[in-house]
């Protein structure tokens, strides 16, 4: 299996663009997470989604923060404007209902994401 | 309070020696706790699980429970430099993983 896809793996943007983020679970994983790592804050968790539906954003850190995932196979998270204080490692994980509390979470190769 | 704690390190220890990561958690309802490893520009993977008080081993892996005090521990026996990471702690509250900052260890050789 191809493992969870991300994609950029690194952006450098100015502020007040919008980004993009996208990530490609492994396929028949119904769980997927979004989280941000900064070596202040750690790996935070954004948001989550189960059969590609939002469970909890309570992460999410405010308006300008949003994330999709039309289907199974597809998820993003955008950033419209960006910030300097963005500039973190969004990591796109996935899981599958069997395993998802026991720890297996499946994690891309993140993407830097700078914001000058 | 964040919800769980670690002291961020760096702990240096000797090749062939007892590493000893701690990590600490507010939420008393957690019921999972786990151990990431995460090399340098790299994504984390699960090393260890535990779920009831005591000791679990796993090769040179052993995790700690201890509820009542809300302490969870990871120690890795026979270090080697290749045991040189960071080792995020986490907690499961309702499918939500909840992780700590962090231990930076550096093995010596």
């Known amino acids: 299996d191809a493992g969870v896809i991300q994609s950029p793996r690194h952006e450098v943007t100015e502020m007040g663009q919008e980004v993009t983020l996208r990530c490609k679970p492994i396929?028949?994983?119904?769980?997927l997470f979004w989280y941000r790592q900064t070596m202040m804050r750690g790996l935070e968790l954004l948001i989550y989604?189960?059969?590609?539906?939002?469970?909890?954003d309570s992460g999410m850190p405010e308006d300008r923060f949003s994330a999709k995932m039309p289907n199974a196979s597809f998820s993003t998270l955008k950033i419209q404007p960006s910030e300097p204080r963005d500039s973190a490692v969004y990591f796109c994980?996935?899981?599958?209902?069997?395993?998802?509390?026991?720890?297996?979470?499946?994690f891309g190769e993140g993407s830097r994401l700078t914001v000058l | 309070q964040k919800e769980v704690e670690q002291n961020s390190g760096p702990l240096s220890v000797p090749e062939g020696a007892i590493a000893s990561l701690n990590c600490t958690y507010s939420?008393?309802?957690?019921?999972?706790f786990f151990w990431y490893r995460q090399y340098s520009g790299k994504s984390p993977e699960l090393i260890m699980s535990?779920?009831?008080?005591g000791d679990k081993e796993d090769g040179r892996f052993t995790a700690q429970l201890n509820k009542a005090s809300q302490y969870v521990s990871l120690l890795i026996r026979d270090s080697q430099p290749s045991d040189s990471a960071t080792y995020l702690c986490?907690?499961?509250?309702?499918?939500?993983?909840?992780f700590g900052t962090g231990t930076r260890l550096k093995v010596l050789a």
């Open positions: 994980a996935s899981s599958y209902s069997d395993r998802v509390n026991t720890g297996e979470l499946f």
């Open positions: 396929s028949g994983h119904d769980y």
């Open positions: 989604f189960n059969n590609n539906v939002p469970i909890d």
């Open positions: 939420d008393r309802v957690s019921q999972s």
């Open positions: 535990i779920y009831s008080n």
């Open positions: 986490a907690v499961n509250v309702a499918y939500k993983y909840i």
